[in-house]
């Protein structure tokens, strides 16, 4: 089941805050957050791991509420540099049960302006 | 550093052309994965493998199959090209581990089916 990402796009001026959010019908194990910068492969920004912990590296961070199937990504006082379409992961249940497996969300397109 | 590359950045095919699209990883990994990735869907999973000769369909396997002949080379095959695979197509690898560990991702195929 695919996680509803929101917004969908947002355009920022450099040193304004955004968030981003990523919500699940299904239990989540874990979500994952990747930015894509316009060319580029995804890559990996972070990982938030049941148990409502909240996690950061330089003005990007982000929180996990297990309870609600929700994760937002937090980003302070945004950098040329920030924009790029973020995407969430959720690691879910499989249909079957056996294991589980990984969905992407649409992604959010994040422009910051100078 | 792990280096993900993808044989074409770039391909254009006529429709009914079988068309194959190489990942290779330079980390012994075990696990490797094909996505595409379309506008306003994300990242959605074509197949994946655990390992060598080892396959597993993902959420959109139609129209597609894959072969893992060694460790390195993940390869995604299209038996016979339809105008609706036109597509980015990344490949994903990453190490075996408890949850989904962190995926790293080549720079994309861009296909386009004529």
């Known amino acids: 089941q695919q996680p509803v990402q929101s917004p969908q796009a947002v355009i920022l001026r450099e040193g304004e805050d955004a968030v981003i959010n990523c919500s699940s019908s299904?239990?989540?194990?874990?979500v994952h957050w990747y930015r894509q910068k316009h060319g580029e492969a995804p890559v990996f920004l972070m990982i938030?791991?049941?148990?409502?912990e909240q996690k950061g590296h330089d003005k990007i961070s982000a929180s996990f509420n297990e309870k609600k199937q929700q994760s937002s990504l937090y980003l302070t006082a945004s950098q040329l540099s920030y924009s790029g379409t973020y995407f969430c992961?959720?690691?879910?249940?499989?249909?079957?049960?056996?294991?589980?497996?990984?969905?992407f969300g649409p992604g959010t397109r994040l422009s910051v302006l100078p | 550093d792990v280096k993900v590359t993808q044989s074409s950045r770039y391909l254009v095919k006529r429709t009914g052309e079988k068309v194959f699209l190489e990942c290779v990883q330079d980390?012994?990994?075990?696990?490797m994965f094909w996505y595409r990735q379309d506008p306003g869907l994300g990242l959605r999973l074509i197949y994946f493998s655990y390992d060598v000769k080892m396959k597993e369909k993902g959420d959109i396997p139609e129209g597609y199959s894959v072969s893992r002949e060694k460790k390195e080379r993940f390869s995604l095959i299209l038996e016979s090209a339809s105008t609706n695979q036109t597509s980015m197509y990344l490949c994903?690898?990453?190490?075996?581990?408890?949850?989904?560990?962190?995926?790293?991702f080549g720079p994309g195929t861009r296909l386009t089916v004529l």
């Open positions: 299904k239990a989540l194990y874990s």
């Open positions: 992961g959720t690691e879910q249940k499989r249909r079957d049960n056996y294991g589980q497996n990984f969905v």
């Open positions: 980390m012994d990994h075990e696990n």
């Open positions: 938030l791991l049941k148990g409502g």
């Open positions: 994903a690898s990453r190490e075996p581990g408890q949850g989904w560990p962190t995926q790293y």
